[in-house]
């Protein structure tokens, strides 16, 4: 009879095979590789422009203000990318402007970071103005290697392989399926209970976005950079369709824990903490792209901030400062919603609600491997009308989504919430004691400090770096068992096909 087990010595190759395969690594500094390398080397404007630009970047590396929402690229030092950038190219077209646009893309990336970067620093006017000035000038001279610069642009995995390597990931993932099995079958008993029946910890309070659109640009949109074959949306359109649709959000709610609001730097000291305000309801909101029947489809993110995920046993591991639930809407050609899908900040808990106007892809998928964590859908929703919207139920404690519904026409008020900016947070503001000026809520690693979980001592061998931290946008590693990225956008594609008649 054939082995059927894992051996350890296997199971370690298996693993050393899987990191010489992983996908890219930026290096940590992009100035050591080609063309960057070379420029340095140079005794005109343009040696002159990346050497100032390289000095900044190593006091913002000093002084950990990196921001980490879009990658650096190698070689491109005034460059990033995410992942839909460097993974949407149109089937046709002309790849020289394809190529164009990709870059011009990861120029408005950098561009949009740097901003950030440089507002945490708290360099002068004349400072930044210089900057610019100088990155503009190396951008100009470096257009003509836009292919080479996209050849090399490439998003780094959320997944540390070296854990899975120590971790003996081929082995140990087999009882973390199990949980997985046993998380997954909880939820479904949980969808299968008729909701009167579903307790009530303490008492269920609504939130329902105010009236109104957001102004300048949000999060996500970039619309000076469109990529081909890419329909433009503008900034007021954008706000528009975030506030069309905002959900309700209706949460059981036991203590200030359980209640939605907005971050603040707190804190008397020089070294003050993120929390939540409860006072001020918002939800933090951006724009997204991904792909569905090979066409991009705009998508609308929602962010709900709690001050903790409060522990209801000493078993708790998932318990900690501060718990916030991403809320995302897929839509189609006409801004009519296809497929809802949600995690916690952490990237942790992954649910896909469908609508009508889509078809889930049959099984098995030949990119997933046999015990990989695949797309869990515990309800199909029905698409709201132009007068409804979506209602999800928040349970106390632990801020798990417990059922989503679509409101009534004539539902009752609740407490209003705004819509704010998702990009307010890479650069919020701090105390005067603690010296005034921002600082970003996400670390250069992209993870809110302060939100460690107890359970990135269990899950390291998944390869999660600090399993249940939260996160910033473009670090959600979604799936504990194979490889799955919330901005990933060929996630839908992967999972659903437009239902007959859809756009």
Request: proline share 9%.
């Amino acid at each position: 009879m054939p082995q059927r087990s894992v051996s350890l010595r296997t199971a370690f190759v298996v693993s050393l095979l899987a990191v010489a395969l992983a996908g890219c690594a930026t290096p940590v500094d992009p100035y050591s590789a080609t063309p960057a390398r070379e420029l340095l080397t140079r005794t005109d404007d343009i040696g002159d422009c990346m050497r100032k630009l390289r000095t900044f970047d190593a006091f913002v590396d000093a002084a950990a203000l990196r921001d980490a929402e879009a990658a650096r690229v190698a070689g491109f030092p005034f460059l990033r990318v995410d992942r839909f950038t460097a993974e949407w190219v149109p089937a046709t077209g002309d790849k020289v402007a394809i190529d164009q646009a990709r870059f011009d893309r990861m120029v408005a990336l950098d561009g949009s970071a740097r901003y950030f970067e440089e507002a945490n620093a708290g360099i002068t006017p004349d400072e930044r103005i210089a900057l610019a000035e100088c990155r503009e000038r190396i951008v100009k001279s470096m257009r003509p290697l836009a292919e080479s610069a996209v050849a090399v642009a490439c998003v780094p995995d959320g997944y540390d392989e070296t854990l899975r390597v120590v971790g003996l990931y081929p082995i140990t993932k087999v009882p973390f399926s199990w949980g997985l099995a046993s998380w997954q079958r909880g939820v479904r008993d949980l969808y299968a209970t008729p909701f009167p029946e579903v307790p009530v910890a303490g008492r269920r309070v609504r939130y329902t976005p105010e009236a109104g659109a957001g102004t300048g640009e949000p999060a996500g949109l970039l619309g000076s950079a469109p990529l081909p074959k890419v329909p433009a949306v503008s900034s007021a359109r954008a706000w528009q369709l975030l506030q069309q649709h905002a959900p309700v959000l209706i949460v059981d709610t036991v203590d200030a824990n359980d209640q939605v609001g907005t971050l603040r730097w707190q804190g008397s000291g020089p070294l003050p903490r993120v929390g939540v305000d409860v006072g001020e309801p918002v939800a933090y909101a951006r724009v997204a792209r991904t792909v569905i029947n090979n066409t991009p489809s705009l998508q609308l993110v929602y962010t709900f901030w709690f001050p903790a995920h409060r522990a209801t046993n000493p078993l708790d591991i998932a318990a900690g400062r501060l718990d916030a639930i991403v809320w995302r809407v897929t839509l189609d050609a006409a801004g009519r919603p296809l497929v809802y899908d949600s995690i916690h900040a952490c990237g942790c808990y992954h649910l896909f609600f469908p609508t009508e106007r889509v078809r889930e892809r049959p099984g098995p998928l030949e990119h997933e491997a046999a015990l990989d964590e695949t797309m869990f859908s515990p309800q199909v929703v029905r698409s709201p009308g132009i007068d409804e919207r979506i209602i999800i139920y928040v349970a106390a404690h632990d801020h798990g989504i417990q059922r989503v519904a679509v409101d009534l026409p004539k539902a009752p008020p609740g407490i209003s919430y705004r819509l704010l900016d998702e990009n307010a947070l890479r650069a919020l503001r701090l105390p005067p004691s603690a010296g005034g000026g921002t600082r970003s809520v996400y670390d250069p690693d992209g993870l809110v400090p302060g939100s460690e979980r107890p359970e990135r001592f269990v899950y390291w061998p998944m390869g999660i770096p600090s399993s249940g931290q939260m996160r910033q946008w473009g670090h959600h590693a979604t799936a504990l068992i194979g490889r799955r990225h919330f901005d990933d956008p060929r996630l839908f594609d992967r999972y659903f096909t437009l239902a007959p008649g859809a756009d």
